[in-house]
């Protein structure tokens, strides 16, 4: 008989570690741990502290050796090419054991860094898993993001190696890899060893000789090579993912082995309801957690078929892509960004195109990676009449920390709400202060500690930065920087970020970041980036600059220098397009800029001249400059 989620999450509090332990019994381990959770280790413990296992095997080699073999593992569907592909779980095994292979041959082993800058090709795939075998530490860097973000990356874990493709294919044009990662390389003060390209015919790049190695060569040359999976401890890193912090200076999550299978294989059936051997299919991007758990690690550790599906929502060919995906691969969940089903909604607003495509075996969907406004959700109701599931995380979660779970039966939905809290996850609201605060009233939402399996234990090399960001502010608490309430009924509101992360057609970007790039121009005297609202992409960023006019150029050309700015040093993900001259900005009389007032005046929503203000004539001119850009505002 099933379990409630009441029964489940009190069996969870009653019994923290005999519920994670019973999850950890569904995946393999060479050593199977007899201690759950030793809270002397690391920051604020560690999960399976003595569990000896191997991500991969768990991944693949157990499925072969229990008959999946002949099952698709990945089905590559790529409309932006015209590719597809389907790899059985034996395929899979084979081709990451010679890459594993090629890459011991190189020097990689276990702890050793290797940067994967790659489009969404199985190769991707082959290359995160072949690290999980070596007990190598991937990062997975995501595409659009430009050189100097990839330098960083390289720079700050030290990778001994990088896996990356030729290029990457958006709407419309060919990115050219290789000039992105030479330039990384150059500007990274780290070098690593070797790099491996994976040609893609859209368009081949010159190899360096004796640095650069050809992936296909190389798994030609290792064809047939059993490369046995290297014991690591649950505790030891599976990966690091780079993901924004409050400054230029990226987080580096870290991601273990152990509690990160028990967590994720428990959600494939607790959480999204699947049962193995079904088709599952995360249409993020490897580069984004969401593509970390729910492309690669969780589908396969669980037996499932992953989607690897390379285009977007809408223009590859058209808004009905997804529904062709969907019947073409009989996909039973779906799980993507709120953004993906506004972009559809807007190109075919009645949704007449799910008409066309058998529908049958679909079964739910489920949003995350930003704020699902119910006006989306229930057009994606009405359209697909399946249950629309909002769930809240984050990337040092790595898995939901709030959510409506489809496999435990699905509780009434409170549209504006990801639901309640999952076993693993007491969450709480205080106030500034730290105290808690009643039902329904607005404050900083907190995890108490332990974290469950499965969430960051540091970051990476940045131990105290990872106890300074999150566990100092509130002492016994995780701090996810999101504000919000629960309400009478335990159910969460997420409304905002506490910090200067924006959320971006589901990308997570730090204004911060931007403002330091902006002030790179040499006529940016000083400047301000806050996100504003935005129809279909939820936020986009605006700059706001103060320019000295000693170097003669129009208000124009400085505008879109500083767009090229950003795009060149964050990269076209950014989607920093909006940058407008001011002659001041509004500050405090201590000098702090009221960033928040101003983004409520772009939002249009009502504000309040804040008492501090230096000269409150300067919003009204912030206002005005808005008004004459068609940002819509309001006035005090
Ligand atoms: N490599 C290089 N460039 C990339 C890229 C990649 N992997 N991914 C995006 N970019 C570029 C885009 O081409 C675009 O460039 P442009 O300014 O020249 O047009 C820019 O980065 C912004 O991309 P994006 O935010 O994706 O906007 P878009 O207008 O191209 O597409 C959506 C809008 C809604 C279709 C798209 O954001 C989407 O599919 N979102 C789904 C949500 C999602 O996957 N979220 C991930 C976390 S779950
Ligand atoms: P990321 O680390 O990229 O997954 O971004 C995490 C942040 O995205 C969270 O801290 C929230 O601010 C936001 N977010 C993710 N999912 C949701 C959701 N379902 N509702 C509201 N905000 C969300």
């Known amino acids: 008989m099933s379990s409630s989620y009441g029964e489940v999450y009190t069996s969870w509090r009653d019994n923290p570690e005999g519920f994670w332990m019973e999850q950890a019994a569904a995946i393999d381990w060479f050593t199977k741990p007899e201690t759950a959770f030793e809270p002397d280790l690391g920051a604020y413990g560690k999960w399976f502290p003595d569990g000896v296992t191997n991500t991969c095997h768990n991944c693949l080699d157990r499925h072969v050796a229990a008959g999946r073999g002949e099952q698709a593992a990945i089905i590559y569907d790529s409309p932006i090419t015209g590719a597809k592909r389907t790899i059985s779980y034996t395929a899979m095994l084979a081709e990451v054991e010679a890459f594993a292979g090629a890459l011991s041959d190189k020097g990689v082993g276990k702890g050793d860094r290797v940067v994967i800058y790659m489009p969404m090709v199985p190769e991707a795939v ?115 993912l780079y993901t924004s912090g409050t400054t230029g200076q990226p987080k580096g999550v ?30 993020s991007d490897i580069g984004w957690v969401v593509g970390h758990s729910y492309i690669v690690y969780a589908p396969l550790l669980h037996g499932n078929t992953t989607i690897l599906f390379e285009g977007k929502p809408v223009g ?8 062709r995906v969907i019947s073409e691969h009989k996909v039973a969940a ?66 939901t920390i709030a959510g409506n779970p489809m496999g435990l039966g699905l509780l009434p939905v409170k549209y504006g709400s990801p639901a309640v809290p999952m076993p693993g996850y007491d969450v709480q609201v205080l106030d500034d202060a730290g105290h808690p605060v009643s039902s329904g009233t607005l404050g900083n939402i907190v995890v108490k500690l332990p974290l469950p399996p499965g969430c960051l234990p540091t970051l990476w090399n940045a131990e105290d930065r990872f106890r300074d960001a999150y566990l100092m502010e509130f002492p016994g608490y995780y701090k996810t920087a999101d504000a919000g309430f629960i309400d009478e009924d335990g159910y969460l509101f997420i409304m905002a970020r506490t910090d200067d992360i924006i959320n971006v057609a589901g ?39 103060v320019i000295n006019n000693g170097h003669g150029r129009s208000d124009d050309d400085v505008e879109k220098e500083v767009v090229k700015l950003v795009r060149d040093q964050i990269g076209p993900v950014a989607a920093f397009k909006t940058v407008m001259v001011v002659k001041r900005l509004p500050k ?17 929503q009502d504000w309040k001249m804040p008492a501090t203000i230096d000269d409150p004539g300067i919003l009204d001119e912030i206002a005005e400059v808005l008004a004459e850009r068609g940002i819509k505002t309001k006035s005090d």
Request: proline share 5%; hydrophobic share 45%; glycine share 8%.
């Open 126 to 240: 082959v290359a995160m898993l072949a690290c999980a075998r070596l007990g190598a530490i991937h990062s997975v860097v995501f595409g659009g993001f430009a050189a100097t973000e990839l330098a960083t990356r390289i720079e700050d874990s030290h990778a001994k190696l990088i896996v990356t493709a030729s290029c990457g294919i958006e709407p419309g044009r060919i990115i050219a890899y290789k000039p992105l990662l030479d330039a990384a390389i150059e500007h990274s003060h780290h070098k690593p060893e070797a790099t491996i390209v994976f040609q893609r015919q859209e368009h081949r790049c010159d190899l360096i000789e004796g640095r650069d190695f050809d992936y296909a060569a190389l798994i030609e040359a290792n064809a047939g090579r059993k490369t046995p999976c290297t014991p690591v401890l649950a505790t030891d890193p599976l990966y690091v």
């Open 254 to 283: 870290v991601r273990d082995n152990g509690g990160h299978m028990a967590a994720l294989h428990w959600s494939m059936h607790a959480i999204y309801d699947v049962k193995p051997g079904e088709v599952f299919w995360a249409a």
């Open 316 to 323: 590859t060919p058209d808004a009905g892509t997804f529904w």
């Open 334 to 399: 779906l799980f993507t960004a709120p953004t993906a089903f506004r972009a559809i909604r807007k190109e075919d607003p009645q949704g007449s195109l799910v008409k066309d495509y058998d529908m049958s075996g679909f079964r739910a969907l489920f949003l995350a990676g930003e704020r699902a406004d119910p006006d989306t959700i229930q057009w994606a109701e009405r359209i697909l009449d399946v249950p629309v599931i909002d769930h809240w995380w984050q990337t040092e979660t790595g898995w």
């Open 507 to 545: 990308h997570r970007l730090s204004t911060g970041g931007m403002e330091e790039a902006v002030s790179g121009h040499p006529d940016v005297v000083e400047c301000a980036v806050i996100g504003i609202a935005d129809a279909m992409k939820g936020q986009i960023p605006a700059g706001f600059i």
């Open 588 to 604: 405090t009389r201590s000098g702090k800029i009221l960033r928040a007032t101003m983004q409520k005046i772009a939002d249009g």
